[in-house]
């Protein structure tokens, strides 16, 4: 007999096919057995009739074979940098904000201990984004200063001037 499903021969008797585990569609009819004669014993009585039945022949044992288990491995969830991200996002923050120099300042301080603590974690990921955020940082530190020194000479200049303008003009008054 052979399988409809996947076309493979399968022995008498079973009810599934080996190959792919379909159940046939013909019915499992079990090879006949012989039956086994019964010793008859003398009896006294010779006119009684003796009535013999056949003896129950156990039923074939059905095997099904179990489906294939397969095993699916997770891997284990990597665990996010929480501090990286953050010294990633102040870091931007000190990139934009670098002429208003007291926000630019805290902005600054707080992306270069957090890019730290993210770079120092062990065992986690986003090692990239820390580097990033400090490097963010440190840049944008550097142009706050620049930016604040430059406007601060240019206020003292004009002050400056302003003051001797000022003088000159008592001067003459005077």
Same mark, same amino acid.
Do not use: H
């Given at each position: 007999m052979f399988c409809e499903s996947c076309g493979s021969q399968v022995p008498d008797?079973? !009810?599934?096919?080996?190959?792919?585990?379909?159940?046939? #569609?013909?019915?499992? %009819?079990?090879?006949?057995?012989? $039956?086994?004669p019964v010793q008859q014993y003398a009896q006294p009585v010779a006119a009684q009739?003796?009535?013999?039945?056949? $003896?129950? %022949?156990p039923q074939p044992v059905v095997q099904v074979q179990p /489906?294939? $288990?397969?095993?699916?491995?997770? %891997?284990? /969830?990597?665990?996010?940098?929480?501090? !990286?991200?953050a010294g990633l996002v102040f870091g931007i923050l000190t990139l934009v904000f670098f002429w208003f120099p007291g926000l630019d300042w805290l902005f600054g301080l707080l992306g270069l201990i957090f890019s730290?603590?993210?770079?120092?974690?062990?065992? $986690?990921?986003?090692?990239g984004a820390a580097i990033a955020g400090l490097i963010l940082t440190l840049l944008g530190s550097i142009i706050s200063f620049v930016f604040f020194f430059a406007v601060?000479? /240019? #206020?003292?200049? #004009?002050?400056?001037? /302003? !003051?001797?303008?000022?003088? %000159?003009?008592?001067d003459t008054l005077l």
């Amino acid at each position: 007999m052979f399988c409809e499903s996947c076309g493979s021969q399968v022995p008498d008797g079973q !009810a599934f096919c080996a190959n792919c585990g379909k159940p046939l #569609s013909q019915p499992v %009819q079990p090879a006949p057995q012989p $039956v086994q004669p019964v010793q008859q014993y003398a009896q006294p009585v010779a006119a009684q009739p003796v009535y013999t039945q056949p $003896v129950a %022949q156990p039923q074939p044992v059905v095997q099904v074979q179990p /489906a294939p $288990v397969v095993v699916v491995q997770q %891997q284990p /969830a990597k665990r996010g940098n929480g501090m !990286a991200t953050a010294g990633l996002v102040f870091g931007i923050l000190t990139l934009v904000f670098f002429w208003f120099p007291g926000l630019d300042w805290l902005f600054g301080l707080l992306g270069l201990i957090f890019s730290i603590v993210g770079v120092a974690r062990k065992n $986690v990921g986003g090692k990239g984004a820390a580097i990033a955020g400090l490097i963010l940082t440190l840049l944008g530190s550097i142009i706050s200063f620049v930016f604040f020194f430059a406007v601060l000479g /240019a #206020s003292l200049t #004009s002050y400056m001037d /302003a !003051a001797e303008q000022a003088a %000159q003009t008592i001067d003459t008054l005077l």
